[in-house]
């Protein structure tokens, strides 16, 4: 079976590079074949008309003066940007030869939106694909991976369950066939967001500048980390404008902000360890979201539009979040608003977040949320407006240079004690040269792209 290739990094960052009648194809398969293999081109934050995908966030919702803009991943194929870096890192495999459609299965471990890329990915590209996911997500995310025509393996536990997936995975690589697609230390997830994630932002960032909104920088780049693929952007976005690089974690699990443990709600973010492809050296800030109250906050703008219209966010404004978030996408944005108030930031002060997918995966999950707390009320819905508006700054720790040595530290734990690493590639990555060389290769994998047919 021929190989199958989509994108390269740059066409990625900048769809207009794309062949016209591909990008017209891809357009056109988007609503109409979205299991289509030409839908590889939508991987892209940008849509038909080379804009990135984004909404500002009402100030009255905030209750700062900086502008948030949040980038969202919902045109993505699969509805969520993960899909992006499952495809990094198989086109990556396939232009090193380390992969063969028809032969090998791909297997994707994942606490969700990774998995349904893998899902996704694999059979456009020509492998039959294997998701390994904690049995606690939703069932939306066991649906969508199925109805891709992938097949899953459901370990224990929850979002924060993130070492049964490595056991497992272990069990599978002794299969010869499988080859293990793993975005915690495959260094094409990181290559996505520094070259694409990273690029789009800037380019939003002169676009809002051009409409009034902001200063043309980026004052602050604010993410959760799962992968910790996303925040990766930040790199990128510190080398052109120096960026604040800010990365969330829950509460409940509090990891990196004082080596802490626990399960948490917050579907999208792996925790209860370091990830290797994580920069942490590079890392200004640690801040903790509370898991409940990202699903209240939730509940109130998917379902609380004329409160919040009441509470006076314009109502195109309010309109316009229906839909656009899931839980972790509400956490990036509390984390924005702390950033804000955290930093002191201006109205030419440009906070950047993502909103990694949107609500259609996780209407099970409000309903638990009714079952457990009651029915939203009117009443409840004007408290919960206090969720944005009263943002505190508390549990919150800076990147100073000890406290970025003892991140980088953790990771010994998770990857030489128990996957294999060695504690040379580990203070390699102590070098910003190690990083720069990585973001390098998008390049070089591009050029070697193009000797290919697509």
Not at 56 to 79: D, H, Y
Not at 284 to 310: F, M, N, P, R, Y
Request: charged share 25%; aromatic share 8%.
């Amino acid at each position: 079976m021929p190989m199958i290739f989509g994108p390269s990094y740059a066409e990625m960052r900048d769809p207009s590079r794309i062949a016209p009648k591909t990008r017209k194809a891809a357009l056109a398969a988007r609503e109409a074949n979205p299991l289509d293999p030409v839908n590889l081109y939508n991987i892209t934050w940008k849509d038909e008309y080379g804009q990135v995908v984004h909404q500002v966030l009402p100030k009255e919702l905030t209750g700062v003066a900086a502008p948030i803009a949040v980038i969202s991943g919902r045109r993505f194929p699969t509805g969520a940007h993960k899909v992006g870096a499952v495809y990094s890192i198989l086109l990556e495999k396939q232009l090193a030869g380390e992969v063969t459609p028809g032969e090998h299965t791909v297997v994707c471990p994942s606490t969700g939106n990774y998995g349904i890329g893998g899902a996704w990915v694999g059979p456009r590209m020509g492998y039959s694909s294997l998701v390994v996911l904690p049995e606690e997500m939703s069932a939306e995310r066991f649906e969508r991976i199925r109805r891709y025509g992938a097949q899953v393996i459901a370990t224990p536990g929850c979002e924060s369950n993130v070492k049964e997936i490595f056991d497992k995975v272990w069990e599978l690589r002794r299969d010869p066939k499988n080859r293990i697609l793993e975005q915690f230390s495959e260094f094409g997830n990181y290559r996505f967001h520094t070259e694409v994630t990273g690029n789009s932002v800037a380019d939003l960032a002169k676009d809002l500048a051009a409409r009034g909104v902001g200063g043309g920088g980026v004052a602050a780049f604010v993410s959760a980390m799962g992968s910790a693929g996303t925040i990766a952007a930040g790199d990128r976005l510190k080398q052109l404008f120096g960026t604040a690089v800010v990365g969330l974690e829950p509460v409940q699990c509090p990891t990196l902000y004082d080596v802490g443990f626990g399960g948490h709600r917050i579907e999208g973010i792996g925790d209860k360890h370091v990830t290797w492809i994580h920069n942490v050296l590079n890392m200004d800030w640690l801040l903790c979201i509370d898991d409940l109250e990202c699903l209240k906050a939730l509940q109130l703008v998917q379902e609380g539009t004329e409160t919040l219209v009441s509470e006076g966010v314009p109502a195109e404004g309010a309109k316009a979040l229906v839909d656009l978030f899931w839980v972790s996408g509400i956490c990036n944005v509390l984390g924005a608003i702390k950033t804000a108030k955290l930093l002191g930031l201006g109205p030419k002060d440009l906070v950047v977040t993502v909103a990694t997918d949107s609500f259609d995966r996780y209407p099970s999950v409000l309903k638990k949320l009714d079952a457990e707390h009651g029915k939203m009320t009117r009443d409840e819905a004007v408290r919960r407006m206090g969720i944005f508006r009263n943002v505190k700054t508390d549990w919150a720790l800076e990147g100073t240079r000890e406290v970025r040595r003892r991140w980088h530290n953790q990771k010994y734990f998770t990857w030489v004690e128990q996957q294999g690493k060695t504690v040379k590639e580990l203070n390699a990555q102590a070098s910003p040269d190690f990083w720069r060389a990585h973001q390098a290769l998008a390049a070089q994998l591009d050029d070697k792209l193009a000797s290919y047919p697509r």
